[in-house]
Nanobody, 125 residues
Framework: VQLQASGGGLVQAGGSLRLSCAAS????????MGWFRQAPGKEREFVAL???????RYADSVKGRFTISRDYAGNILYLQMSRLEPEDTAVYYC????????????????????WGQGTLVTVSS
């Protein structure tokens, strides 16, 4: 699976952005997909996931503000981000995995085999 993320940019606190991740190379519906982010000097962290069989899940820090969704026809994964905060500033990565993974483990980077190149989101205060 090849992944291409886009949609990042500079936004003021309280604003919104929608990230997109175009997938190609494998049947998209067979892959569990997620968004991760990495802020300067920090480890990559889980943001949200979408599994066709197991549903969606969000990190506590974004719950109620971010929404993950998939367009199966267009092979695109989205992350709608609202009420953005300066703490959301990071490089955002989309990821996909095809191995059968326990739902609880899907928040780990090790559950994903395919990664996009990242898109930078900067939230100004």
């Amino acid at each position: 699976v090849q992944l291409q993320a886009s949609g990042g940019g500079l936004v003021q606190a309280g604003g919104s952005l929608r990230l997109s991740c175009a997938a190609s190379g494998r049947t998209f519906r067979d892959v569990h997909m997620g968004w991760f982010r990495q802020a300067p000097g920090k480890e990559r962290e889980f943001v949200a996931l979408n599994s066709r069989s197991q549903g969606t899940r969000y990190a506590d820090s974004v719950k109620g503000r971010f929404t993950i969704s998939r367009d199966y026809a267009g092979n695109i994964l989205y992350l709608q981000m609202s009420r953005l905060e300066p703490e959301d500033t990071a490089v955002y990565y989309c990821a996909g995995g095809s191995r059968r993974i326990a739902y609880s483990a899907l928040i780990s980077t090790t559950a994903y085999d395919y990664w996009g190149q990242g898109t930078l989101v900067t939230v100004s205060s």
